[in-house]
């Protein structure tokens, strides 16, 4: 029986696009993403979504949960952090397109949803 990993980690991985050239694209939800307000040291709650075009990567499931899960214990303002997150996908798998929406939960009588795109330069041919 192979051992659950408990520890969150910043590392990424990725594996090769099994339909390199089909226009699809991949979605993710994640609605148990947490993080603390900067201010106040609070938990932030947020559903993230992650929608991407893949070119010659994709992203590894285990390491984006372990990925999103390293932002538990992290003070950073919601804008910032979607923006981390988009960031560090683009750097990974330099997509043709991606995106990053933040749904926070409310805090102060106010509901926040962050959302962040890139768009890559378009393929060669």
């Not at 050239?21 to 106040?40: A, H, I, K, N, Q």
Request: aromatic share 10%; net charge neutral.
């Amino acid at each position: 029986m192979r051992a659950v990993s408990t520890v969150p980690s910043r590392e990424l991985a990725t594996f090769a696009n099994p339909r390199p050239g089909r226009d699809y694209e991949v979605r993710f939800d994640c609605p148990e993403f947490t993080c603390l307000c900067p201010m106040t040291g609070q938990p932030d709650f947020a559903t993230i979504r992650i929608r991407y075009r893949p070119r010659a990567r994709c992203v590894e499931l285990k390491s984006l949960k372990l990925y999103l899960w390293s932002f538990r214990d992290t003070g950073a303002f919601h804008e910032a952090v979607t923006n981390q997150i988009l960031d560090d996908l683009v750097a990974v798998l330099d997509p043709e397109w991606l995106e990053v929406e933040g749904d926070f939960l409310v805090r102060g009588g106010i509901h926040t949803v962050v959302r962040a795109r890139h768009v890559g330069a378009p393929l060669p041919g």
